[in-house]
């Protein structure tokens, strides 16, 4: 395995202009490795020696990896000639990925840059709406007309297939540009020449419309186990292909979000280290807003109760526990069925079952917390870890109970909620990550203090207001 050239010696091998090793490093090593080495290079103008002396053909996929600051600086100092190699040895749908977060001023220049072709298909990838199957796909490719024999069909590939993302796959079309077929490479390479096209190729194939979300396109990848598939606009012409790498990124992309939206916060739109902290600060704010106004519940819930708190004390020393394990029992069970949502091991027709397995579950699971929990606060009470004194305090034994009884009630509420909010969410088009660890936590903390002041009142009768 080749070695990865660290920052001190790709900064010698420039400032001695050593084009030849420089050269002989980017034929031999894996381009996104010395890409992560550029990124910590402070000096732009060094990176433009490596773009001015290394093949184009290395140098496209190197400005690829790059960051997004860097590509702008550099698009700032490329003369119009190396743009317009940089355009030409790089693949549509990377150009547009760099170019959507660039600023007008310099999406206006590498369009100028383009060649005609090519401005056109950037230029419709660049409308398309974003997380939808045609901002992701790429309109290099290789397409071959149903009438050909496998004879001419392996001539044109060998022709036009150098600048396509795959040969792998060849799209068989016919005069309207409808997609009839799908070849793969062993079928070519295996077939006799003057074998028809229309005699070998694939006439049940997966396609995706332009339109789609991505998110459905990466479940055809998973689900089909594809590394390409065709793209049609709604007059069903085949107009791109998407490919296995970037179906990786938007897993990437997709599993972030929900990560963020699950802690409570906005899904960054750039790396950790490169988002400014006010921008941070505003990704969290919002939320902790939200939860803080949603925490007026539980403040009304105890205000109601106070006066059963300050006869009996002892009771609110319990409350904080029992709203942490509701929290987290709710949360792991948000965390399991999102997840089961997301990989499709459950739909929204699968609610029944499984409300009725969490609710199994939940009264296993309950039935251990809430015995053992009993017997501990049973144990503190008695040894006087906890205090339990006051002019109208309950026996020790009532306080294990209630808080026991309060915190099976509030697993079985905490699991069949945490089961039930992501598959509504999924249900009515919201992303079941929405309803995530804080939101069910407000809820079970609400509901958890219901439960406990009203059995407090109502079967033990602890206190008369």
Known sequence: MEEIISLDALIELIDKKQVTKLRELFETSEIIDIAEVCNEIDDISKLLFI????????????????????????????SDKQLTELI???????????????????????????????????????????????SIMTTEYVEISEDLTVKEALAQIKKIGQDAETISSTFVIDKKRNLVGVLYLEQLVLSDEDTPIKDIMNEDFLTTNVHDDQE???????????????????????????????????????????????????????????????????????????LMVSATFTSMIISKFENYLSAAAVLSAFIPMFMDTGGNSGGQTTSLITRGLA?????????????????????ITGLVVATFNFLWIFLELKIGLVSNQGANHPEDWQVAGLVALT????????????????????KIKLDPALMSGP???????????????LLCTQIFKLVQV
Do not use: H
Request: with cysteine; charged share 25%.
């Open 88 to 134: 030409t040895n790089s693949y549509t749908d990377d150009i547009v990925d760099f170019l959507e977060d660039m600023p007008a001023n310099l999406v206006t220049r590498v369009l100028k840059a383009s060649p005609k072709e090519e401005r056109s298909d950037i230029n419709k990838l660049l409308n398309y709406k974003d997380d939808t199957a045609g």
């Open 439 to 453: 939101i069910v936590t407000t809820l079970v903390d609400a509901t958890s203090l219901l439960i406990y002041f």
């Open 343 to 363: 990989t499709k091991e459950v739909t929204t027709k699968d609610y029944g079952k499984v409300i009725w397995k969490e609710f199994r579950v939940a009264l």
């Open 216 to 290: 459905v396109v990466a479940d055809i990848f998973k689900r089909y186990d594809r590394t390409v598939l065709p793209v049609l606009n709604n007059e069903n012409r085949l107009i791109g292909i998407i490919t296995i790498d970037d179906v990786i990124d938007v897993m990437e992309k997709e599993t972030s979000e929900d990560i963020a939206i699950q802690a409570g916060m906005q899904p960054l739109e750039d790396e950790y280290l490169k988002t400014g902290v006010f921008t941070l600060a505003k990704k969290r704010i919002v939320w902790l807003l939200f």
């Open 51 to 78: 773009f001015k002396t290394v093949k184009s053909e290395y140098t496209a996929e190197l400005f690829t990896y790059l960051n997004e600051d860097t590509q702008a600086k550099l698009i700032n100092l490329f």
């Open 407 to 426: 915190l099976f009630s509030t697993i079985i509420i905490a699991k069949c909620l945490g089961a039930s909010l992501p598959m509504f969410a999924k």
